[in-house]
């Protein structure tokens, strides 16, 4: 069974910072591209960040880049972004899934609260 599990969420101020972790199990990780998303309650998911199998190639949306960065170990079967200069516009659900998308292996993800 394959299970995406996020964390690091949590309240931060505008100009913070937070890293997001997600653990993947039931799937060769390596194997697949992956990608963060996020969510506001009554909005479309949308696509935040994307790394290729091996690392090395990576792609984020316009609203992101410059301010967050998306990693991954493959050894340890983990995903993370590292987000800097959080706006309160970044206010979301925020989950991980393999690029493209499996809707039947989306997480409960994590949230990330960006307030003074």
């Known amino acids: 069974q394959v299970q995406f599990v996020e964390s690091g969420g949590g309240l931060v101020e505008p100009g913070g910072s937070l890293t997001l972790s997600c653990l993947a199990s039931?799937?060769?990780?390596?194997?697949?591209?992956m990608g963060w998303y996020r969510q506001v309650p009554g909005k479309q998911r949308e696509s935040v960040a994307f790394?290729?199998?091996?690392?090395?190639?990576?792609d984020y949306a316009t609203f992101v880049k410059g301010r967050f960065t998306i990693s991954r170990d493959n050894a340890k079967n983990m995903l993370y972004l590292q987000m800097n200069s959080l706006k309160p516009e970044d206010t979301a659900d925020y989950y991980c899934?393999?690029?493209?998308?499996?809707?039947?292996?989306w997480g409960q993800g994590t949230q990330v609260t960006v307030s003074s």
């Open positions: 039931g799937i060769i990780f390596s194997s697949y591209p």
């Open positions: 899934n393999v690029v493209p998308t499996k809707n039947a292996w």
């Open positions: 790394i290729r199998n091996g690392g090395r190639s990576t």
